[in-house]
């Protein structure tokens, strides 16, 4: 018996590095193209829950006969989203906010098999050091911030701002690998 096929419902090309470092390929990337915005009063785990669930799903509808992955990550210090930053000066302004100061990032996982769609959200906590002006502006010039919650990318320049981290690194960086390679197991899918 064939395995089904295994789309990616993102076109994140940390997502699929960081699949491919457990063996996974996926036999199709299809982009969910949903709305992130958060729901009045959602706070950061559920906002990342949902989202990865809205995505698994919407691909899913593209390909019922697919075991469907999908992740989001959200940014939070304290109740406040720190969403992907729209300019340099919004980037500018989170790395003020995160700089010296602890913040939590939550990655949602979800995988759709036929019409059950399991999820996992993932909380690690990460701890800035404190950032200088020069330090905050070589990095938005960077350019390192687009496109990433929080505005900032762990595993680029930023991984030298994290004076600590409990959980899972590859959450921050926008797939927890434990929890995805399970959830993929218990919908039947195997590398």
């Known amino acids: 018996m064939s395995r089904p096929e295994l789309v990616l419902a993102s076109a994140s090309p940390r997502r699929i590095e960081l699949l491919a470092l457990v063996g996974i390929t996926p036999d ?27 995505k698994a799903e919407a691909v899913a509808a593209r390909s019922p006969d697919a075991v469907v992955l999908a992740a989001d990550t959200v940014v939070a210090v304290g109740r406040r989203l720190l969403e992907k930053p729209a300019d340099e000066v919004e980037a500018t302004r989170f790395l003020k906010l995160l700089s010296g100061r602890n913040h939590r990032v939550f ?9 059950r769609t399991t999820r996992r959200v993932v909380d690690t906590r990460v701890s800035f050091k404190v950032l200088s002006d020069l330090e905050i502006a070589a990095y938005v010039a960077s350019g390192e911030w687009r496109g990433k919650a929080g505005g900032y990318g762990i595993q680029g320049r ?29 919908a039947g899918w195997r590398p």
């Open 28 to 54: 199709r990337v299809d982009p969910a193209d949903i709305d992130e915005t958060s729901m009045k009063d959602e706070t950061p785990s559920r906002l990342a829950a949902r989202l990865a669930v809205t």
């Open 107 to 115: 990655t949602g996982v979800a995988v759709t098999a036929g019409v």
């Open 158 to 186: 930023a991984g030298a701002f994290v004076t600590r981290l409990v959980g899972s690194y590859p959450a921050v960086m926008g797939l927890p690998l434990f929890e995805t390679v399970n959830l993929l197991n218990g």
